[in-house]
């Protein structure tokens, strides 16, 4: 019987590595004979799955789809020998990479992870944090956390916390420039945005006593390419912004951003997803954390960073 097993650890590491000579000598194998079985996988499939370089090796997109399946067919290999050699009730353990957006990663994220490694001592997680759209198979990710709505994918989504949007400003920067009773004052304030093209130009708002709903051009001197860094300047009094509730919720409750124009906040909803490949058979690790996730930023969950 031909070792397929062995020939996805073959394609996966050539790939991995960019080279057949690299795979090779993570593998034992000389160059050829990793070239060889890449070809006879090829052969039996019917189908190209690289494109050979002179520098590097990359996927067609049927071997994308096969190396996303040979991955899982091999932490499932992995899962099942851990669990066979420690007991049907061994805990999840080996790299997670998972990768999240700025805004959800510093303001949420961050304080949740020493209560997960405290948890699942034996996860190793290799996290990053910033503003890109990364596909998960070219970062090799476990685990991509997405806020707001999702393309068609051949991943799954599961919801890991959903809340609105709201327009703050810093105390300073209202006792200098006052207090907009009105969407339209805002043409006269510094409102502060991102500089990545956005589906709504303007800002939203709802007038409470028609129930009309309008953009409101909005402009200011400082435009950002991360949430943090955007609710930072917001804080020191810069200027006015429009962000995720979620994350300027610390600050509101301190006193350091305060919430204003409620009365004409038309109530969207920002969603924050976990992403991770499809597959009948989730790896234990990543079944964990996101279930960690969603029960630690439920609204009736442990407070983040309090320990869970």
Same mark, same amino acid.
């Given at each position: 019987?031909?070792?397929?097993? %062995?020939?996805?650890?073959?394609?996966?590491?050539?790939?991995?590595? %960019?080279?057949?000579?690299?795979?090779?000598?993570?593998?034992?194998?000389?160059?050829?004979?990793?070239?060889?079985?890449?070809t006879r996988i090829?052969?039996r499939l019917g189908? @190209?799955?690289?494109?050979?370089?002179?520098?590097?090796?990359?996927?067609?997109?049927?071997?994308?789809?096969?190396?996303?399946?040979?991955?899982? *067919?091999?932490?499932?290999?992995?899962?099942?020998? @851990?669990?066979?050699?420690?007991?049907?009730?061994?805990?999840?353990?080996?790299?997670?990479?998972?990768?999240?957006?700025?805004?959800?990663?510093?303001?949420?994220?961050?304080?949740?992870?020493?209560?997960?490694?405290?948890?699942?001592?034996?996860?190793?997680?290799?996290?990053? *944090?910033?503003?890109?759209? $990364? !596909?998960?198979? !070219?970062?090799?990710? !476990?685990?991509?956390?997405?806020?707001?709505?999702?393309?068609?994918?051949?991943?799954?989504?599961?919801? *890991?916390?959903?809340?609105?949007?709201?327009?703050?400003?810093?105390?300073?920067?209202?006792?200098?420039?006052?207090?907009?009773?009105?969407?339209?004052?805002?043409?006269? &304030?510094?409102?502060l945005g991102f500089?990545?093209? =956005?589906?709504?130009?303007?800002?939203?708002? =709802?007038?409470?006593?028609?129930? @009309?709903?309008?953009?409101?051009?909005?402009?200011?001197?400082?435009?950002?390419?991360?949430?943090?860094?955007?609710?930072?300047?917001?804080?020191?009094?810069?200027? *006015?912004? =429009?962000?995720?509730?979620?994350? $300027?919720?610390?600050?509101?409750?301190?006193? @350091?951003?305060?919430?204003?124009?409620?009365?004409?906040?038309?109530?969207?909803?920002?969603?924050? &997803?976990?992403?991770?490949? =499809? &597959?009948?058979?989730?790896?234990?690790?990543?079944?964990?954390?996101?279930?960690?996730?969603?029960?630690?930023?439920?609204?009736?969950?442990?407070?983040?960073?309090?320990?869970?």
């Open positions: 019987m031909d070792n397929r097993a %062995g020939e996805m650890d073959v394609f996966v590491a050539s790939l991995e590595h %960019g080279s057949f000579s690299a795979a090779g000598r993570r593998l034992g194998l000389t160059p050829s004979a990793v070239a060889k079985l890449l090829e052969q189908t @190209r799955l690289l494109m050979r370089s002179t520098r590097k090796l990359k996927a067609t997109p049927e071997g994308e789809l096969y190396l996303a399946r040979a991955r899982q *067919i091999l932490a499932d290999i992995d899962d099942a020998e @851990r669990a066979v050699a420690n007991g049907a009730s061994a805990a999840p353990r080996g790299r997670l990479k998972v990768t999240s957006s700025a805004g959800f990663g510093e303001s949420l994220l961050l304080p949740l992870v020493p209560s997960f490694l405290d948890r699942y001592p034996q996860v190793d997680l290799d996290l990053s *944090i910033h503003d890109r759209v $990364v !596909d998960l198979f !070219d970062e090799r990710a !476990d685990v991509a956390l997405r806020a707001g709505p999702l393309a068609d994918s051949s991943l799954n989504a599961r919801k *890991i916390v959903e809340a609105g949007r709201v327009v703050v400003a810093a105390p300073a920067y209202l006792a200098r420039h006052g207090t907009p009773a009105h969407p339209s004052e805002l043409e006269r &304030h510094n409102c500089n990545f093209r =956005r589906s709504v130009a303007g800002w939203p708002f =709802r007038d409470p006593a028609t129930g @009309r709903e309008w953009e409101m051009a909005v402009s200011g001197n400082a435009l950002l390419d991360a949430g943090p860094a955007l609710r930072r300047l917001c804080a020191s009094g810069l200027g *006015i912004a =429009r962000v995720g509730r979620l994350y $300027v919720q610390r600050e509101i409750e301190e006193g @350091r951003l305060v919430p204003i124009l409620e009365a004409f906040n038309p109530g969207e909803m920002e969603t924050v &997803h976990a992403l991770f490949v =499809r &597959h009948e058979h989730m790896a234990a690790r990543i079944r964990a954390f996101v279930d960690f996730l969603a029960a630690s930023l439920r609204p009736d969950g442990p407070v983040p960073g309090a320990g869970v």
